[in-house]
């Protein structure tokens, strides 16, 4: 989980994608093989429309890697992430 609360530069974070990005793609995995889903928790929509950018640019991402969700939104999410199993 990365948690955004826009102090940092675009490209600052951009590079964080792209580390997480670069970890993926060398077939690096998690604990138990799997590769972990990336969750971004942002403080506003603008920095979520921001960030949501990046990802953008980024290209052909494997699914599910990253979300990005607001800190008042990101409770629910990852109940619900944990609750259906795919977390």
């Known amino acids: 989980m990365e948690v955004d609360r826009a102090t940092e530069s675009l490209p600052a974070v951009r ?8 970890f993926t793609n ?8 799997v ?4 969750v971004i928790t942002v403080p506003d929509a ?3 429309a ?13 699914p599910a890697l990253f979300t990005v969700v607001r800190f008042d939104r990101a409770v629910p999410f990852l109940t619900a992430l944990c609750a259906d199993g795919s977390a």
């Open 15 to 22: 590079r964080k994608l792209l580390a997480y990005l670069d």
């Open 35 to 38: 590769m972990p889903r990336v």
């Open 50 to 62: 921001a960030v949501v950018g990046l990802l953008g640019e980024l290209g052909n991402l494997p």
């Open 46 to 48: 603008r920095r979520q």
């Open 26 to 33: 060398r077939g690096q995995t998690g604990p138990d093989g």
